[in-house]
């Protein structure tokens, strides 16, 4: 299961570059950074080594960062960027380790995550030049686009012959600069500690995306190699002295993508089609996926993890959404953009290239308007088996066609991946909730969509939801690894010759869904395309002066501790341990299905704690979702801190960058130490990331 | 009268669940019986009422059979300042007395306990014969409720003030017993009291301990109230439904949509511009020497409250939702107002006619704004003496508001007050003001041509404010009691300014009193008339600085992208302290030497300060907060950003009122303050 990261943070717009940058604003690659800047503001700028160091230290999670924290390969993340893979390795009772944590005592302990992969940042080439002698001679867009793969994967080959690195293409301002960037992998990793849930994620889905915040969010686990504790070249050492506000900060991380490049003709669309009709419908399904779990706690447990995401989608979702509505900041992005197209207009070769670009985009997006509704509810409607039927139906079309002309899942880069999913059981398959989820999902099309829908027809044939989902679940023999194996195997034939209920609705999808498809991906090549070329311009006109978007590859931000104004009044840059209990007995440990209520340990070890103790803090950092769990260093290069959230004035950050309100939150590391010794009576593991 | 009995349905879309600054005459217990199940008996209102207190401007209560008082240390705080003296600072270091022989008497200090009420509502309107026009009907009235007033104050002996409720539906004589020796007891560091300082006025969470305890003394011993508040053992908690009992000053909530609107779109933007520069040019005042920064100080304080609190009637008037609703309501009552011919009559037009005074208002509004001695105290004495000879000649009812015999005294007093003036901070502040007023009329007005003289507005302030002696109160009162004789041979450069702006002022002044205010009040009067003849008593009068009683739950509000959290407790303190640092924001979350030390002594999990959903307002400040069983569990001291906007409506939503909860208070009398003894009498034991 993937999970979005709940860290989707502020970003910049470059739209505003034509400004200037402000303050503290950039996620910026680490052969670019704005050493002036910085110097000038701060009266410090990382040297080599001191990027070296960090660079090597930072990890990539699925879907997040960490570090190492130790030189036995220690590493450090937060609990939610590690939870569904703690999730993974628990069970009920005492072996439910979100609910009641974990600590390993000793290494024998440590519990191997199985599929859990993470990297490390081994080096960063840029290919610009190379790719562009390469694609030279190519005649057409076409050739230009096969000499362009076929170099790259020359490069790769030669890079991983070379180093043994696992090498990743990276295009940066869209097209701008090709990189490779290889990675060291790391495929033994074990879980070695986490809190409880409840103190990770303290406050629950009201707190999140909130600030002042008390979670204890983080979860640690070990690499190793040939069995033995990894010994990394680099780690991060733990700082003894500690952060005070106004201390300038590092984060290095992977921040996923950014909406900062979008036109204002997509941003409105997505303002007034895009995110209300998603908000709905996350929110209907909230409703449903709790109704569910209100049957029993065994059941509460089963979608608590899916309750959670969805919450963070929607309060993420109402918060862009503000952002898109908030007219003043509008005005600028609009004003931003026309001086771009006042730079386009002047300079013929850029004009040629980019002039009409805006035009068509917008043309685009009044398609997309119409196609939004189908969008939303033309697919497989939240049924996994659907999903994999689909799928199976599908890869018989697509497997004997040439390449290019394959719908994206079934291109060779993607097909063997794809087809070793599609030959397991589907992972945690719940029958129950899979035909529950279903018929909400069809019951969903249904009302939204209308019973004339071909659709809607299609997959209802005149019966109710729930009986069409019923019908279809129970009847399919889809969750067995050997029928799906057959099908697989089987091609064309197996397939016209099923009757597996599941096979037979995918099949009256299939044509529904390529016909809604095949118009989507018009308007995203149209946007694909000009999206780019302005992208181009841009580049052309501003150069590396800015950074370029998230490419959930590695960045390095930075920024200072510092409060910021809101509730009318100034927010404090720290919270204590005395404010988590000042939360909790503020509240008591029902209110609120019990949000801020305390784990039992946190009550018992409440006089052995120092309640001064910084517990999270905020800083002006520019980061955005996949920057979960980046590593928070000081000019020294050493760990203060851990990012896990940005305040709810962050959201609009998507869009557009406030500095006076935008804040990161993170867990501070002496918070993380003092509960380590003193709550989880982890001495031993403090020990290790204390020592030098 | 012809009362008329309307169906409640208006009233449902009008008032909303726990609204409502009820007189202890009609408290609305079938709604709170409906609601929580619970209503106040007649005894619990009984001992309620006796228990309370008003204090200057607000409002305080008796906490133990020894006639200990409770109120905040705002409230306290002139007193506390009174007392105080060079090296002994009892605002900065508090104060307590250890003995009651060291309980510090305040001079002047006056307390009232309403005693009883009476509805003299009959009798007032007996006095209007039939033929009288509204102004003769209005002066009929006046008097027969001034000769009510003397008369229960003769036959009672107690302090009887006229009470106008309903805008005028109804006319009450409430009669107080006035308490003259009030000691003072202790007072807390301001520095907790006000922790969070200007930063956390008015908003939430908080961690305040805004106390102050007063003795009241009769004949030189300690007074034994017929009534006073218990302190609740066991708390309060989430949920609880809890009363308070205050006197909440002024509230507008029965103005129209078109006047609500005005002020959102045009008075307060205006005001909030005009208040933002005058504090930007005293700040950069304060910048010339720290004498300067200290005198600036305390009005620095009040603008910076000014601005929040008119911010935040910004923010709710701007809620479209909040809108929509005070819109419906005032349509439900026109309709109601159509339906029937007398109403009608009456008050049909009234919406209407205030519709264009508020237009006008608009169009007046610079000129009303800046055509003024604003903000400047040398100018206000030069106009009010210039002004007083002229105006004492002429009959009462055709003076200005302020030297009618009613205010005379107290123009005069204020003309003679010694309270000293910083020539500094006056030239500071009567430049922003001709700088703003050249900027905001142009320079080519009459009014910025006749105080400028063509000279830049800040040379035009110094050369007014360094040639003038009325500074010096005893020039004031030669030339106030000079007669017309010595104004008129001043060539004092701030007279020669009055005169210059007497005429101009007098002719905006004209404008907005008969065009606008004249129109607010008379048709305001209508509308108000008719809305207490359409749902009579079902609702509340506006605020009047009168006793009234609130209810409501401790309940938490959604605010800052999460709820809000209904306590804090002592480790919140903490928590804010050092999150915040010593040294941020010039110490506003700084905490006293002793609190310091306490840390470690204190139960922190004690509940500090609650919010709860009660309707409060100015003048509310001290207010105590019992629960169902009139037991004492808090003590009302603020109210949250959110609240603000209940001057115009309330917002059930996310208004909350903000108390010290009482457990609190004996926690830290005990623990912090060595002060066991009294927590012990306020625990009654």
């Not at chain 2, 922190?604 to 009139?630: E, I, K, Q, R």
Request: hydrophobic share 40%; net charge positive; charged share 25%.
């Amino acid at each position: 299961m993937t999970r979005t990261p709940r860290l989707v943070l502020p970003i910049l717009s470059v739209l505003l570059a034509a400004a200037g940058l402000r303050a503290d604003e950039g996620m910026w690659t680490f052969d670019n950074l704005p050493v002036k800047k910085m110097q000038a503001k701060y009266g410090f700028a990382p040297d080599q080594a001191w990027l070296d160091h960090v660079r090597l230290s930072s990890l990539r999670f699925p879907g997040g960062s960490g570090s190492f924290v130790s030189k036995d390969g220690l590493v450090l993340t937060n609990h939610h960027v590690g939870r569904s893979w703690i999730q993974s390795v628990s069970g009920p009772g005492e072996k439910d380790y979100i609910k009641l944590g974990f600590v390993a005592k000793t290494r024998e302990e440590e519990i191997k995550v199985p599929g859990l992969e993470l990297n490390t940042l081994m080096q960063m080439d840029n290919v610009t030049d190379r790719v562009a002698k390469a694609t030279a001679s190519a005649k057409d867009e076409k050739a230009k686009a096969k000499a362009r793969e076929t170099e790259l994967e020359a490069i790769k080959k030669e890079i991983t012959a070379k180093t043994g690195f696992t090498p990743e293409v990276v295009t940066l301002y869209q097209g701008g600069e090709t990189w490779i960037y290889s990675y060291k992998k790391h495929t033994d990793v074990r879980l070695v500690m986490a809190p409880e849930g409840q103190i990770a994620f303290f406050g629950g889905d009201p707190d999140n995306f909130t600030y002042p915040r008390h979670n204890l969010d983080f979860s640690m686990f070990r690499v190793y190699e040939n069995g033995k504790p990894y010994n990394p070249p680099h780690h991060l050492a733990w700082t003894r002295t500690g952060l005070k506000a106004g201390d300038m900060t590092f984060v290095t991380g992977h921040p996923g993508s950014t909406a900062r490049l979008e036109t204002t003709a997509q941003m409105k669309m997505t303002r007034d089609v895009a995110f209300p009709l998603r908000l709905k419908s996350v929110e209907r399904q909230i409703k449903f996926l709790k109704a569910w779990g209100a049957q029993d706690p065994e059941k509460a447990r089963q979608v608590s993890s899916q309750v959670f995401g969805l919450e963070n989608t929607q309060k993420a979702i109402t918060g862009y959404l503000s952002g898109l509505k908030n007219a003043e900041a509008m005005a600028r992005i609009e004003k931003a953009e026309q001086e771009l197209q006042a730079k386009v207009k002047k300079d013929p070769k850029l004009q040629a290239e980019a002039g009409q670009s805006w035009t068509k985009i917008a043309a685009a997006m009044a398609t997309a308007r119409g196609l939004a509704k189908d969008a939303a509810y033309v697919n497989t409607r939240g049924s996994q088996l659907l999903g994999g039927a689909l799928n199976l139906v599908r890869l018989a079309d697509e497997e004997p066609k040439a390449d290019d002309k394959r719908l994206a899942e079934f291109k060779e880069t993607n097909l063997k991946r794809l087809k070793a999913q599609l030959g397991n059981a589907p992972r945690n398959f719940n029958k129950d909730l899979e035909i529950a989820s279903f018929a909400h999902g069809l019951q969903e099309s249904l009302d939204e969509l209308g019973a004339n829908h071909p659709f809607v027809k299609a997959m209802l044939g005149g019966k109710k939801p729930m009986d069409v989902a019923k019908e279809a679940v129970e009847g399919s023999k889809l969750t067995d690894p050997a029928v799906r194996k057959a099908l697989l195997e089987g091609g064309k034939k197996a397939l016209a010759e099923s009757k597996d209920p599941m096979i037979l609705l995918a099949k009256k999808l299939d044509p529904i869904g390529r016909e809604l498809r095949k118009k989507q991906e018009d308007v995203n090549a149209v946007v694909t395309e000009h999206g780019g070329r302005i992208a181009k311009a841009r580049f052309a006109a501003y150069g590396k002066e800015t950074y370029p978007d998230a490419t959930f590859s590695l960045r390095l931000s930075y920024g200072a501790v510092a409060g910021y104004p809101a509730n009318g009044t100034q927010i404090q840059p720290f919270t204590t341990f005395a404010g988590l209990y000042d939360r909790a007995w503020g509240w008591g440990p029902a209110a609120e299905h019990g949000a801020w209520a305390l784990p039992q340990r946190w009550q018992d070890r409440k006089g052995a704690v120092d309640l001064a103790t910084p517990f999270n803090f905020v800083h002006t950092m520019d980061i955005i979702g996949g920057n979960s769990g980046s590593p928070v260093v000081d000019k020294a290069g050493e760990l203060v801190g851990l990012i896990f959230d940005g305040n709810i004035e962050s959201l609009p950050g998507r869009y557009y960058y406030d500095e006076r309100i935008n804040r990161a939150v993170s867990v501070d590391a002496r918070a993380i130490a003092e509960a380590m010794a003193k709550v989880y009576d982890a001495g031993h593991l403090v020990d290790e990331i204390h020592v030098k | 009268m012809h009362l008329r009995a309307f169906t409640l349905l208006a009233l449902a879309a009008s008032l909303r669940a726990d609204e409502g600054m009820w007189t202890f005459d009609n408290v609305p217990k079938a709604k709170i019986q409906a609601t929580y199940g619970f209503a106040p008996s007649d005894a619990f209102l009984d001992h309620l009422r006796l228990s309370s207190l008003r204090f200057p401007g607000a409002t305080g209560a008796f906490v133990s059979a020894d006639g200990l008082v409770l109120t905040n240390h705002h409230v306290g705080l002139g007193a506390v300042q009174q007392l105080s003296s060079k090296g002994r600072d009892y605002v900065k270091d508090g104060f307590l007395a250890r003995t009651r022989a060291e309980e510090l008497k305040v001079p002047g200090y006056e307390l009232l306990l309403l005693d009883s009420t009476a509805d003299v509502t009959d009798r007032v309107n007996a006095a209007v014969k039939p033929g009288m026009d509204d102004k003769a009907a209005r002066a009929a009235r006046e008097n027969a409720l001034a000769s009510l007033q003397k008369a229960e104050a003769e036959r009672t002996g107690l302090t009887c003030n006229p009470v106008t409720l309903y805008q005028g539906g109804e006319y009450w004589i409430y009669r107080y017993k006035k308490f003259t020796d009030v000691r003072l007891v202790m007072a807390p560091e301001e520095g907790i009291a006000f922790f969070g300082g200007d930063w956390d006025n008015f908003t939430w969470p908080r961690h305040d301990l805004d106390i102050t305890l007063f003795r009241v003394y009769e004949n030189g011993q300690p007074y034994k109230p017929a009534h006073f508040l218990k302190l609740s053992a066991k708390g309060a908690k989430a949920g609880d439904l809890v009363f308070a009992s205050g006197n909440p000053a002024a509230t507008a909530r029965q103005e129209t949509v078109a006047q609500i609107a005005l002020a959102r779109d045009r008075v307060i933007p205006q005001r909030l511009k005009s208040l933002a520069r005058l504090r930007d040019a005293l700040a950069e005042h304060g910048k010339t020497s720290e004498e300067a920064r200290r005198l600036v100080g305390d009005q620095l304080r009040g603008l910076e409250n000014g601005i929040k609190r008119q911010t935040g009637w910004l923010a709710g008037l701007k809620d479209a939702e909040a809108m929509a609703r005070i819109q419906a309501d005032e349509q439900a009552l026109r309709a109601a107002v159509a339906k029937d011919p007398a109403l009608k009559a009456r008050a049909g037009e009234a919406w209407a006619r205030i519709a264009r005074a508020a237009r006008r208002e608009g169009q007046l509004l610079k000129e009303s704004t800046f055509v003024a001695a604003r903000n400047s105290t040398l100018l206000v004495h030069a106009l009010n003496l210039v002004r007083l000879a002229e105006e004492t000649a002429k009959p009462d009812e055709q003076r200005l508001n302020e030297f009618k015999e009613a205010n005379l005294k107290a123009t005069k007093a204020r003309l003679a007050s010694p309270r000293p003036l910083d020539a500094g901070v006056e030239a500071a502040m009567l430049a922003a003001n001709l700088a703003e007023a050249k900027e905001e009329l142009g320079a080519a007005h009459p009014f910025v041509k006749a105080m400028l003289g063509g000279a830049s507005p800040r040379e035009a302030a110094e050369a007014a404010v360094k040639g003038s002696k009325l500074a010096d109160p005893a020039e004031r009162r030669r030339l106030m009691e000079g007669g017309p004789g010595a104004v008129a041979a001043s060539t004092d450069p701030m007279i020669l300014l009055a005169r210059k702006l007497d005429p101009l002022n007098r002719r905006v002044r004209k404008q907005v009193e008969d065009e606008v205010q004249g129109v607010y009040t008379n048709m305001g009067g209508r509308i108000a008339e008719a809305r207490f003849k359409a749902y009579g008593k079902t609702q509340y009068p506006d605020a009047t600085f009168t006793l009234r009683l609130t209810y409501g739950p401790i309940e938490t509000y959604p605010a800052n992208g999460t709820k809000q959290q209904p306590f804090t407790t002592f480790a919140g303190l903490y928590d804010r302290a050092w999150g915040q640092g010593d040294g941020a924001f010039d110490g506003a979350w700084a905490l006293p030497p002793r609190w310091k030390e306490a840390a470690s002594k204190l139960d922190l999990a004690t509940p500090f300060n609650f919010a709860y959903a009660c309707d409060t307002t100015g003048g509310n400040s001290g207010s105590p907060v019992v629960n169902t069983d009139g037991e004492l569990v808090g003590l009302n001291f603020d109210s949250n950003i959110e609240a603000q906007v209940g001057r115009y409506f309330y917002d059930g939503r996310t208004k909350r009122s903000i108390a010290v909860d009482a457990r609190a208070i004996v926690e830290a009398l005990e623990k912090v303050y060595g002060a066991g003894e009294l927590a012990m009498e306020l625990r009654g034991r």
